[in-house]
């Protein structure tokens, strides 16, 4: 009885049932078209965004090539213009660089509770410079600061003045903590002095190079320079295992790719630069220029010499083999070693410490390359190398009439001055540089006063 229809009941639809596939049919036309027109409007926007970025990426390219020849064509300007503008651009770098890398780790809204800390930030910048540049004009200048009345007693004592002047920063650093920043205060201390270390030392010793000569200051940013670009271009071009994790576009093939490409580079410049007395002679005339050029004994490095082999066994008798090279091209090969294998490891550390932050670059100084921190994270540690390389292996050690200067106006009384006037009267006599008669003259003046 269950399975029987009944009788007389009516179904709201006569007739047989439309199946499934029969009403898909139906509904496909116009499902097709919405799912059309969405999928055009998806594409639409994808080829905006594409757009988008490639505006954004050709902008960025541009602004980018345009401020590279700018800074080219500013630091040959400086560079052909003579040391003082090097040392101002030094100056400048380093000021900037330090007000970056303090920026970083500075929260705001603590800043702005505590006045004190920003300010005393910038007054260990000015000590560190004042107590580091201060050493450099009075180790380079001595025959202009040993004999006038108001420098000298500066320069006599220039290590008590800034130390003096630490002291009294340290004192009001720790009458101005409060209960609550603590740890911002004490990081910020911390974190100043790092950055005067990284950022000031490094670069009072670039600045040293710039007055032994301007060789030693272009010469290793050149290589840093070089290096860079062909690091990127072997790497792009075979590039394939990763070197550092830090930084994933660095590979193994690049790095050593360009180390070969900076040795040959920097041989090649070495020789051009040895050619000019206004590169290797020292700062002997702030006034110089590459027009002007600068006169001095050139130091044996840049004087070229030849070395022959001895006698082989497997080759004919009385056949040798010679090559003349200069010294510093032999040094030059240690260099690019350091600037490709060492140095970039300055980079991978400020990589670092942006990772930490969580930020892309430590400013935007430089439009479309970042900060100027991100710029000379290699060359700080390469000017460093560049210095104590050249004071150990290259710079002549003589005794220096400077040195002699300062100590006769600094360490003798004026008895003892009068005694060495007398015995440089008499040495001059016994080598008849002078007549005897300045002598008696001398004696007589000496005697009365």
Known sequence: ???????????????????????????????????????????????????????????????????????????????????????????????????????????????????????????????????????????????????????????????????????????????TLKGGHLKFQFTQFVWAHMALFLIVGQSHFIMNNVFDGLIWFFLPAALVITNDIFAYVCGITFGRTQLIKLSPKKTVEGFLGAWVMTVLFGILLTHILMRSRFFICPANDLGANIFTGLDCEPNPVFIPQTWTMPELLFFPTKTRFSITMAPMQIHTFFWATFASLIAPFGGFFASGLKRTFKIKDFGHSIPGHGGITDRMDCQFIMGFFAYI?????????????????????????????????????????????????IVNAIEKSLTNH
């Not at 700018?70 to 040959?76: D, H, L, R, S």
């Not at 150990?392 to 360490?411: C, G, H």
């Open 1 to 175: 009885m269950t399975g029987r229809s009944r009788r007389g009941v009516k179904f709201p639809h006569s007739g047989r049932r439309s199946s499934m596939s029969e009403a898909s049919e139906e509904s496909s036309p116009s499902k097709t078209r919405a799912l059309a027109n969405i999928q055009e409007k998806s594409n639409d926007a994808g080829d905006n965004q594409q757009l988008s970025d490639y505006e954004k990426k050709k902008a960025n390219f541009i602004e980018r090539t345009l401020w590279t020849f700018v800074m080219i064509a500013g630091f040959f300007a400086a560079l052909f213009m003579g040391h003082i503008y090097i040392v101002v651009i030094i100056t400048a770098v380093q000021i900037i660089s330090f007000k970056e890398v303090i920026a970083i780790s500075s929260g705001a809204s603590r800043a702005r509770d505590i006045q004190s800390t920003k300010s005393l930030n910038w007054y260990w910048l000015a000590i560190a410079m004042y107590f580091l540049h201060g050493e450099t004009v009075i180790y380079y200048f001595k025959h202009i600061v040993m004999v006038d009345r108001v420098l000298l007693p500066l320069a006599t004592h220039h290590r008590f003045i800034c130390f003096t002047l630490y002291v009294v920063g340290f004192v009001f650093f720790v009458s």
């Open 389 to 437: 390389y050249y004071h150990t292996f290259i710079a002549q050690s003589k005794v220096d009439f400077d040195e002699v200067l300062e100590i006769v106006a600094t360490r003798l009384t004026i008895d003892d001055h009068k005694k060495l006037l007398l015995f440089i009267a008499k040495y001059l006599v016994n080598h008849n540089a002078i007549d005897s008669s």
